[in-house]
């Protein structure tokens, strides 16, 4: 595709459930990343891919949060028993090689409820 | 020892002035500096990188000056306009290692017309 596409831009959804977030690349773009933007705050980093492997998941806040990349492309991020304080908005931003520039999809705004 | 500092939180400056965005970072690795323009809703966008092998880039109206000894790096947006406003990010990242890129906290510009 022409940039980074997320979905679903919106989500509102219950304490306890668990949601899936998609991310679809640039076609061809090896690095992907996952970031949260809490309102008015910075980007914060939760995971990041090279091809299907995630050589550094640091940044997940806890071990309800998990990602995974198939086929060097999609990525989904998942967070199960969601709770009111994951509200933000995810960004997914990939990048044709590690430290080259990384473009951001407009994010998925979750809403906790 | 991975933080990347950003001020002013906020700034208000006349059209046709000068912004300055200043960022600080701990981790003499760091050898990527990109700064990132965010409008409301939508995701950061690159607006110029820098290695630390030069002192100043320049593009268009924008120019990042970087400061090696000190550790510091700043954005001067000239002739600034109305359109110019926007939150921006200021990140450092790593040509080896984690290749994540950490992200200041960001800086809202307003441009009066």
């Known amino acids: 595709g022409a940039g980074v596409s997320q979905s679903p831009s919106n989500k509102v959804t219950e304490k306890g459930k668990d949601v899936e977030l998609r991310c679809d690349p640039i076609s061809g773009h090896t690095a992907l990343y996952w970031y949260r933007q809490s309102l008015g705050q910075g980007l914060e980093f939760l995971i990041y891919f090279q091809g299907n492997s995630a050589p550094d998941k640091s940044g997940l806040p806890s071990d309800r949060f998990s990602a995974e990349r198939t086929g060097g492309s999609v990525s989904t991020l998942t967070i199960q028993r969601t709770q009111q304080e994951d509200s933000a908005v995810y960004l997914c931003?990939?990048?044709?090689?590690?430290?080259?520039?990384?473009?951001f999809g407009q994010g998925t705004r979750l809403t906790v409820v | 020892q991975q933080q990347v500092k950003q001020s002013p939180q906020s700034l208000i400056v006349q059209k046709g002035g000068i912004s300055i965005i200043n960022c600080a970072y701990e981790?003499?690795?760091?050898?990527?500096f990109p700064w990132y323009q965010q409008f409301p809703g939508k995701g950061p966008a690159l607006l110029i990188a820098i290695r630390p092998d030069v002192s100043e880039k320049k593009e268009g109206r924008f120019t990042i000056s970087f400061n090696k000894s000190a550790k510091q790096f700043s954005l001067h947006i000239m002739d600034s306009q109305p359109g110019d406003s926007a939150t921006y990010f200021c990140?450092?990242?790593?040509?080896?290692?984690?290749?994540?890129?950490?992200f200041g906290t960001g800086t809202r510009l307003k441009v009066l017309a």
């Open positions: 981790n003499t690795a760091f050898d990527y």
């Open positions: 931003a990939s990048s044709l090689m590690v430290n080259t520039e990384a473009f």
């Open positions: 990140a450092a990242s790593l040509t080896s290692g984690t290749y994540k890129y950490i």
